[in-house]
Each structure stands twice: as C-alpha cells, then as structure tokens.
C-alpha cells in the first residue's frame, strides 16, 4: 500500500496544547494528504466551503527508498532529503468532522492544500535533528519552534509508520507543527522557513 503523503498530528507539545489536548507522549497518530495536494507554485488559492484556513509550517521528509518493518536505527537510510511545507487546513471543516468522529480529509486534504518548497537532499542538509522552525504572516511572526522540541523524531515517525504502511521511494512524511496556527485571508503572504533549509515563501490568492 502506497502511504503517498502522512502527517504526523500533534507533534509538539506546546502545539497539542493549544488545540485542547494532553501534550505526553502517546502513540503517534497520522492522518494522510493525496499527493496531488503538493503544491510548488508559491500560491494557495483560497478554498471553497470554508471561512477559517489556517497555516501550518512543517519538516518535510522525502523518502528514497522503503519497505515494511523497518528498523529505528535504519529509519534514516530510508530519506533522500528535507524540506519545507505548510498543512493548510479547512479547521472549521475539520472541527465539525472531529465533533462527529469523521475522517479529516475534507478539512486537510482538498487541491493544493500542501504547499510546499524546494527538497534538498542529505548529502547537503544532513539529517537537521535541531533548528529554529518558524512563519511569518504579513512579516508578523505567528509560529516559532524548534526541531528538537518534535515529540515523535523522523526516524520514529519512518519506523511507525512502516509498521502499518508499506512505505515507497517517493513517499512525503511531514512531521507535525509548533504552536501559534492560525487563520489567513485572501492577500496574506506566508513567509515559511527552517534552519538550514531556506524558506518556503506563499501567497494566499
């Protein structure tokens, strides 16, 4: 089975704190985006069927190869690079489903809901376990965090995942967001960026 694109839900504290819920480590949890939902082009046409968007910057990780079961100290073997990209979320959609123990999907997953920036690879990057994670709205600084504050770390997330997923060269994991999410408006520039990695700049059309 083919996971395409999973997003780790609630990886870092302060994050899950602010959406209502206990920040102790417990079982990751994933929901999935299509891959079709990706998204380079540096703008985010506003969506259908909602009044509150919100951003969420995140880690991007590209894997290179894959399998079943694999192990924690392989898990890195497995990721050609890294980069960044925004979980644009429909959160009143998303709030209804949860209220009525639905799938998210209608609230994450609709057309060109993952923006996302340039992937650079390992031999470049290295494997970032640490670094500021940060976006900016209208220059405003709305989320700031750290790498090593995730709950669940990127060979954990590979590990878990591949226990349930067949996991695929070309697959996307992105690794959950800091806390400061929030609504943006037609006109808002997003300006996204991590550590070593650049910045991821959109355009909410």
């Given at each position: 089975?083919?996971?395409?694109?999973?997003?780790?839900?609630?990886?870092y504290?302060?994050?899950?704190?602010?959406?209502?819920?206990?920040?102790?480590?417990?079982?990751?949890?994933?929901?999935?985006?299509?891959?079709s939902?990706?998204?380079?082009s540096?703008?985010?046409?506003?969506?259908?069927?909602?009044?509150?968007?919100?951003?969420?910057?995140?880690?991007?990780?590209?894997?290179?190869?894959?399998?079943t079961?694999?192990?924690?100290?392989k898990?890195?073997d497995?990721?050609?690079?890294?980069?960044?990209?925004?979980?644009?979320?429909?959160r009143?959609?998303?709030?209804?489903?949860?209220k009525?123990?639905?799938?998210?999907?209608?609230?994450?997953?609709?057309?060109?809901?993952?923006?996302?920036?340039?992937?650079?690879p390992?031999s470049?990057?290295?494997?970032?376990?640490?670094?500021?994670?940060?976006?900016k709205?209208?220059?405003d600084?709305r989320?700031?965090g750290?790498?090593?504050?995730?709950?669940?770390?990127?060979?954990?997330?590979?590990?878990?995942?591949s226990?349930?997923?067949?996991?695929?060269?070309?697959d996307?994991?992105?690794?959950?967001?800091?806390?400061?999410?929030?609504?943006?408006?037609?006109?808002?520039?997003?300006?996204?960026?991590i550590?070593?990695l650049?910045?991821?700049?959109?355009?909410v059309?």
């Amino acid at each position: 089975m083919r996971i395409e694109e999973a997003i780790i839900g609630r990886n870092y504290a302060a994050h899950a704190v602010e959406m209502g819920h206990d920040p102790d480590r417990e079982a990751p949890f994933f929901f999935q985006k299509n891959s079709s939902n990706l998204d380079p082009s540096g703008e985010f046409p506003y969506p259908d069927k909602t009044s509150d968007v919100h951003h969420e910057v995140e880690l991007v990780v590209a894997l290179k190869s894959g399998g079943t079961n694999i192990p924690l100290g392989k898990a890195l073997d497995h990721v050609w690079g890294y980069g960044i990209g925004l979980d644009m979320t429909r959160r009143d959609l998303q709030g209804e489903a949860k209220k009525l123990g639905r799938p998210w999907e209608i609230g994450k997953a609709f057309e060109r809901s993952a923006p996302v920036g340039p992937l650079r690879p390992v031999s470049e990057t290295g494997h970032p376990s640490q670094g500021r994670v940060e976006l900016k709205v209208n220059g405003d600084v709305r989320q700031e965090g750290d790498l090593n504050q995730m709950i669940w770390k990127v060979p954990e997330m590979i590990s878990y995942l591949s226990e349930y997923f067949e996991l695929a060269p070309g697959d996307i994991i992105m690794s959950g967001t800091p806390s400061g999410v929030g609504p943006v408006v037609k006109g808002d520039s997003m300006e996204a960026s991590i550590d070593g990695l650049g910045t991821l700049t959109v355009r909410v059309v």
